[in-house]
């Protein structure tokens, strides 16, 4: 198994590539400057903001994990080339906010573009490449996050607030119907429906 990490050098990135490494798989680590790798880490640097350059590097990869602040705006076309590469499986980072108003979404700030990435990926989807979701257990997410530096404090506080709201539905209104006289359609067959503009897509 050969596995490309994006964002490799930051808080989930790093984390990530230690873990790999344990399970003993080929990992192709990216970053945009050049780092220290552990043993048995190969790392790349490599632009994003120029998907291009990224292409030996997928070469032969069987699974990619993109980081939203990595790849920030260039997600469609990491994952196209991605899918040229022969690349069958996509693993993204996201954020439970992902649907929210990005004025309030103050990880944008910093780049993160977690809409971006997902809508992505659907489209891969819509392209015949499965998409999988696997909840991460909330005691293992809160030592992750008390492990990488936030405050046991603030993590408590956080998974309080997601599990209030966990189970919720999401609220959907008719306001689609109401304008355009017609039922909305969810982006995947948006996606279906256009698939002729988009390069490569059939």
Request: charged fraction near 25%.
């Amino acid at each position: 198994m050969k596995i490309v990490v994006t964002g490799a050098t930051g808080l989930v990135g790093r984390p990530l590539v230690g873990l790999l490494r344990e399970r003993e798989v080929e990992i192709r680590a990216v970053a945009r400057s050049s780092a220290t790798w552990p043993r048995g880490v190969a790392g790349f640097t490599a632009d994003l903001a120029e998907p291009a350059t990224l292409l030996p590097v997928l070469d032969g990869a069987d699974a990619l994990f993109v980081h939203p602040r990595a790849v920030g705006d260039n997600a469609g076309k990491l994952l196209a080339l991605a899918g040229e590469a022969g690349v069958r499986r996509v693993v993204v980072l996201s954020a439970i906010n992902v649907d929210d108003d990005p004025a309030y979404q103050p990880s944008r700030l910093n780049g993160d573009r977690n809409k971006e990435v997902e809508e992505a990926a659907v489209l891969a989807e819509v392209l015949g490449r499965s998409l999988v979701f696997q909840e991460v257990p909330a005691q293992a997410a809160v030592r992750g996050m008390v492990a990488n530096g936030l405050r046991e404090e603030f993590v408590t506080a956080l998974m309080n607030r997601y599990e209030r709201g966990a189970g919720q539905p999401a609220e959907v209104t008719d306001e689609v119907r109401g304008v355009l006289g017609r039922p909305a359609r969810t982006f995947a067959q948006w996606v279906a429906d256009h698939a002729a503009v988009f390069g490569g897509v059939r």
